[in-house]
């Protein structure tokens, strides 16, 4: 059975065309300097949980609607690049995203592929397990699956470690088959019932392609995906045949040097780097000093991939 090819992308696409780091944009919505050392989910709660934040208001849910009205504000100025450009005309069947804004879906858009919304669910109000925007040109579909929520849906958003663990708990209640009215992911492996129902599905049935994305360690649900995907692996290597891949632009390759050669940032690379790897992930490291460029040559080896499997 020929396996989807599947792209999940971060932030790092829209940092090529002026988009804003994550840093930059929680310390915009916040009126006192962040704690940079904290992981983003935290500096998200550091912010709502500030007395000094003038967020109007001191209920807490108004106050987490508000901020992430201002966050919407932030990002709803990211638009489409070139590299969105290219990879909406690749063979990928669905986008998994942590992004909330709509780049990718202008690129669709002026590739003239068409926005369905008898396809599409927007039905959840606040976590991200059924979402999808679909869209089709001709008898072509492309699946963009927003995890993290979307700017149309401020709810949705998810930000904060009581978001981030909520969702790892519907997660794992779908992979053990206790949610959606699905058998435990190793029964729909063992019985080859592989048709995609959720975006989850693409960890183990799909051959994913990772770009523009960081996989920082604050990612709980997306490391307890893979951790969950490495565990059935070893327990039946016959069980799971899908590949998933993260390609990652640096100045030069970590791997090539000695640990006592390499500065903090390098270092925790290179650890990463073998801890992906550890947990079935190959990881490809391009050697670029053009983030723009690198990414364009990431897609075209993602190309040659693809083709070389048909």
Known sequence: MEKNNV????????????????????????????????????????ILFDNKNALET??????????????????????????YDKICTMPFDAYITTNYDMALDAALKREDFVYDKKLSNYQEKYYNIR?????????EKKYIYPIHGDINSPNSIVMGYNHYCGTLGK??????????DLPKMEER???????????IDHFFFSDV???GFGFDYSEIELW??????????LQNKSLISNKITFYDIVDGDPRN???DKLSEKEKMKKDKYELLEKMGVNCEIIVKKDYEFGYIKILENIELDIRQKK
């Open 7 to 46: 792209l999940l992308f971060g932030n790092g696409l829209n940092r090529i065309s002026n988009g804003d780091s994550w840093s930059k944009i929680l310390n915009d919505v916040s009126n006192s300097p962040i704690l940079s050392s904290l992981p983003y989910p935290l500096q998200y709660d550091f």
């Open 131 to 139: 979402r999808c925007r679909v869209y089709y040109k001709n008898e």
């Open 209 to 211: 392609y990772i770009i």
């Open 257 to 259: 040097k000695q640990d």
């Open 58 to 83: 001191q209920d807490l849910s108004g106050r987490q609607s508000k901020l992430k009205e201002k966050i919407k504000e932030s990002i709803s100025k990211f638009d489409r690049n070139e590299v």
């Open 171 to 180: 997660i794992d209640r779908y992979i053990k088959g206790r949610e959606y």
């Open 189 to 199: 492996l063992g019985n080859g019932e592989l048709k995609i129902k959720y975006w």
């Open 224 to 233: 307890w995906i893979l951790d969950r995907r490495r565990r059935l692996m």
